[in-house]
């Protein structure tokens, strides 16, 4: 990346800040964006609230738009390729939405997947996933994400195989947008069943 995140600092002076890479100089400039959250009739949760929408917007003008603050330009791009870019920049929860959106299911599977999709958000919010970018998700979120649907939902591993089914294709329907490149919940091995083992051991004792 030619650039650092942006991050807020606070102090006696309250900030944003980034830097970029100059290839002129092959050098890092240091950006720093007050944005008025300095004012002294501001409150503390409201210094705090502009100082982070101030990072976010700085995040997405880098990242998205593609800006370069030393000359302050944007890139030329074409409307295929915004759109593109807008889709490999959604979150966790944008891109599941937007891939159900996508999908030639019946109704009932549709309704299913749609419960899928809202309880993995809402687990994805109290892990705070929910404002990743889905480029950015890994195996790792989605067996954590698995992991906390199980304890606050108390799903069986009935339960969990089967919305992991779900999300195993609603994420794999966003390879075939060419969203992301591979599907995260692909490999995750899924939990022993009761009825499973039941006839396991039935067959083992020649029941």
Partial sequence: KLYTIPKVSKGKSNFVFFRYFNEATNKWDLFVKKGGANNKDLKASERNELLKNLRDALEYKLRVQGWNPITDTYPQKTADELKIEQ???????????????????????RA????????????????????????????????????????IRSWSNK?????????????????????????????????????????????????
Wanted: aromatic share 10%.
């Fill in 87 to 109: 889709l490999k920049n959604m979150t966790f929860g944008q891109a599941l939405e937007f891939s159900l959106t996508k999908m030639k299911v019946s109704t009932k599977t």
């Fill in 159 to 207: 339960s969990v195989n089967k919305n992991l089914g779900y999300l195993r294709a609603i994420l794999g329907n966003l390879i075939e947008w060419e969203v992301i490149k591979y599907n995260p919940a692909a490999n995750i091995k899924s939990l022993p069943e009761v009825g499973s083992l039941e006839a396991f051991y039935s067959i083992s004792n020649g029941n």
């Fill in 112 to 151: 299913d997947y749609s419960c899928t999709i809202r309880i993995f958000k809402l687990a994805a919010k109290d892990l705070r996933f929910n404002d990743y970018y889905i480029t950015d998700i890994e195996r790792v979120h989605i067996k954590l994400l698995l992991d906390k649907c199980q304890t």
